[in-house]
């Protein structure tokens, strides 16, 4: 199974800020990257596919890149809104597998 | 709009058998490969079982082969989970996701299942 690792694994920020998320798979995984966002008792939401691809109705202030092995999530200009939890999870071979999450808090 | 209803959670006991069902709206649902998603806080996100748009390519978490069971109607635009032998190590929320350009892009509100004597 393709481990995926996450770091930092909470972050404190300020409105305003911006903030990067990284994200580490076990083995190449190409482009097969999806970043969600899941604020507590919801549903994860699918911001990013294809590492870089933002979901339709997804605001610009997201961004991801990276291939291979390694990739980042990064938010701009911090809202209340979007202290939530970050997941990546790769899609390049099964099973599934999600990484453990990053808590984005306010400072 | 994909929209995704879950139902059929509940407290079940050791040993015992669920069937979680994920009613589909807003999309051909035929179009669209499923999967069950579950979470717990100890655990994370672990994805289960993934069905396409008509019935094949099934696959399975290895924690629930040969105790889940995905399947799918497009009659009634449902996929389902039929889930037997529960442990306690089956406490989860479930989610069903719809495949779109990625994999798990479009989700349920999530079913609780909680396995307990």
């Known amino acids: 199974d393709i481990r995926m690792s996450q770091s930092p694994s909470s972050l404190s920020a300020s409105i305003g800020d911006t903030v990067t998320i990284t994200c580490r798979a076990s083995q190449g995984i190409s482009n097969n990257l999806a970043w969600f966002q899941q604020k507590p008792g919801k549903a994860p939401k699918s911001l990013i596919y294809g590492a870089t691809s933002l979901q339709s109705g997804v605001p610009l202030k997201f961004s991801g890149s990276g291939s291979g092995t390694d990739f980042t999530l990064t938010i701009t200009n911090l809202q209340p809104e979007d202290f939530a939890t970050y997941y990546c999870q790769q899609y390049g071979s099964y099973p599934l597998t999600f990484g453990g999450g990053t808590k984005v808090d306010i400072k | 709009e994909v929209y995704l209803l879950e139902s059929g959670g509940g407290f079940v006991e050791p040993g015992g058998t669920r069937r979680l069902s994920c009613a589909a709206s807003?999309?051909?649902?035929?179009?669209?490969?499923m999967s069950w998603v579950r979470q717990t806080a100890e655990k994370g996100l672990e994805w289960v079982a993934i069905?396409?748009?008509?019935?094949?390519?099934?696959m399975y978490a290895d924690s629930v082969k040969g105790r889940f069971t995905i399947s799918r109607d497009n009659t009634k635009n449902t996929l389902y989970l039929e889930m037997n032998s529960l442990t306690a190590d089956d406490t989860a929320v479930y989610y069903c996701?719809?495949?779109?350009?990625?994999?798990?892009?479009?989700w349920g509100q999530g079913s609780l299942v909680t396995v307990s004597s």
């Open positions: 807003g999309v051909t649902f035929s179009d669209h490969a």
């Open positions: 996701a719809a495949r779109g350009s990625g994999t798990l892009d479009y």
């Open positions: 069905i396409n748009g008509r019935g094949g390519g099934i």
